[in-house]
C-alpha cells in the first residue's frame, strides 16, 4: 500500500515574535524552534502504526516550506517514513490553502497512492482546510477529524470515525484511494530511535523547486488581539502574587 | 433584485446544529441584511421539519436539499447537494460553521465552485465599501485582517455570533430534490454517547488544565487548588486532552464543553478561539501562564504570570495559613 501524509512546519507555540510596523509580516525571532505540525506527526504516525499491520507499505511525506523545513522532513524519515519530498519556496505564508492544495494534488496525480493523510488543521493557521480542497482536486472520497482508522487492504477500504462533538462521533466507510484528515489525539507520535535518526541522516530529500509567485487578492494585515478586559497583571515574588490572589478573590466572596 | 448569500446549516438526524442560529445572527448583519437576498442550504433526507423551524424562526428563505444518500453525513455527498443549489442560485457569498462538519465540506465546495476561500473568520465588518474579517494565527497570539472579495465560501469560527433569538417570522421553504448521484463514502448514523463531565455544567468554580501544566504529575495541584472550594470541577483544554491530563468528556470549547461558571482558572492555557468560545462568559477568569504573551491574559480579570505547579502550591498554602 502507497500512503502520501502531507506535513507542515510550524514554529513552537511559545515562539516569541514581532509584527513588522506595517502590520504585514510576522517576525519570529532567530531562537525560535520550528517542529512539525503536531496534527501532521499524528497523521504521520498514523501511516506508521498501518504500514506496521499491512505488509510492503510505503509512506512518502510531503511538505511545501523554506530550505529549513528539511528538518520536519528529517525527523518524519526518523519517525520512519520511506520518502520525503520537499517544494521549496522562501515565503511559504504567501501561498494559500488552495494553492497549496493544488501544488499537493498535482504531486498525487503524479505518484501513485492508496490513502493520503494529513493533520486536520496547522496549530499556526488552524484553517483546516487543504485535506478536503485536495480531495476535491483528485475526485477521491475524504473525512476529517478522524480519531479511528481501520484499512482493509483485501476490501480496498478504510473504515473512519469522525468526532463531531464531545458526544457525537460517526464512522465512515470509504473505497480505496481516499484522503482523511486525522484530529489530535488519535495516537501517540512515536519518539524516533536514535538509529533511524542516524539512518535519516544520510537519506535524500527530493527537492521541487517552486517557481511560481502566487497571486494573492486579498490584503492581509496582522494585529495584536484586543483587549476585552483591563486585566490585573501580578508581576511580584511568588509569595507576593499568591497574596494578592488571595485577597482578590477573597473581595469578591470566592474564598 | 439583490444579490444571494447563502448559509451552510447543519443538521444531525434532523436537529437543527446551534452554530446553525448563530450563522443567522451573522446574516442580521446591518450590511449583511441590506445587500443580500438570504438563502438557506440543507441538505439532508427527511428534513422539512428542521427546514420549516429554521424558516419559521429567522425568516430566511430555506432550500431543503433532499436525497436518500443524504441520510447521513459524507462530504462527498453534502458537497454534491450544495453545489448543485450552489450553480442554481450563484451566490456572491456562502457561510459554513468552522466546525467539523463544516470543515469536512466548505474547503472542497471552494474548488469544485471555484470560489475563493476564507475560513475560520470571527468578525466582518464594512469600510468605505470593502469587508474586511479577522481571525486569529498563532493559537490567538496575533489577529489577522483580511479583505473578502467575492464570490467567496467563509468559514465562522462557533461561539463568535449570538444565538438568532427573536421575535417569529417566516420564510419560504423550498424542498429541492437532489439527484445525488453515485457516492463512493458509505456514512454510517451518528453515534451519540453523553461522555463524562456533566458536573461541568453546575459547577461554580472550574479548574482548568492546558498544555503548560506538563504532565499528569502535576494535576494533583489542580485537583488540591479545586478542593479549596465548594461545587469545584476540574475541566481543561483539547491540548491538556490530548495530553492524557484530563478525559475527553472534560474538555471546554467548541469540540467540547460551553461552560459559565463564577470563577474560572485557566492553569497553563494559552487561551485560543476555540478555547475562548467555551469559558469567556465566565464571570471572573484568573489565568496562570510562564507565557505573558499567551492571549488569556487579554480576557482574564487576574493573571499570574508564573509556572502552574511552581505557583499554585504556594498560593494554597498561603490559603490554608490564613
Redesign the interface.
Known sequence: MNILVFIKQV?H?????E?SSN?ST?EFSSQTAYAINSYDEYALEEALILSEKISHTIITVVTIGRQDAETALRRALAMGAHFAYHYVTENESIF???QK?KILSQFAKNHPFDLIITG??S???????????I???LS??????IIALDVNPIAKEIRAT??????????????LP?LISV???INRPRYPTLSHTLRAKKQEIYKIALNEHPHQ?????????????E?????GS??E???A??E??RA?S?? | MKPKACLIIEQIAGNIRECAWELASLAQLEFFRETYDWIALIAGNNIERAATLFAEKTGIEVYALCDRLLENFSGEGFVRAYSTAVQQIKPYFIFASHTPLGCDVAPALAIVCNMDYFPSLQCLTRKNEILFAYRERLNGKINEEITITEPAICTIMPGVFPIFNTAKLSGKVSIVNIDTGKIKSIPAAPNYSPQSGAELSNAEVIVSAGRGVGNSENMEHLRNLASLFSRAAIGGSRAACDMGLVDYGLQIGVTGRIVSPKLYFACGISGSAQHIAGMKNARTIVAINRDESAPIFRIADIGVIDEVEKFIPVFIEFVQKK
Open positions: 514554529p507555540v511559545e515562539s516569541s515574535f509584527i502590520g510576522i494559500s490553502s488552495a492544495a486536520t488543521m496549530m499556526d493557521s488552524a484553517h483546516a482546510a487543504i485535506g478536503p480542497m480531495a476535491a482536486h477521491i472520497p475524504w473525512a476529517t477529524h469522525r468526532e463531531i462533538d464531545v458526544s457525537t462521533r460517526q464512522s465512515i466507510t470509504l473505497p481516499a484530529q489530535s489525539g487578492h486579498s490584503q492581509c494585515r496582522f494585529l495584536l488581539p484586543p483587549r476585552t478586559k486585566t490585573f497583571l501580578l508581576r511568588r509569595e502574587n499568591a497574596r490572589l488571595y482578590y478573590l469578591r470566592f474564598l
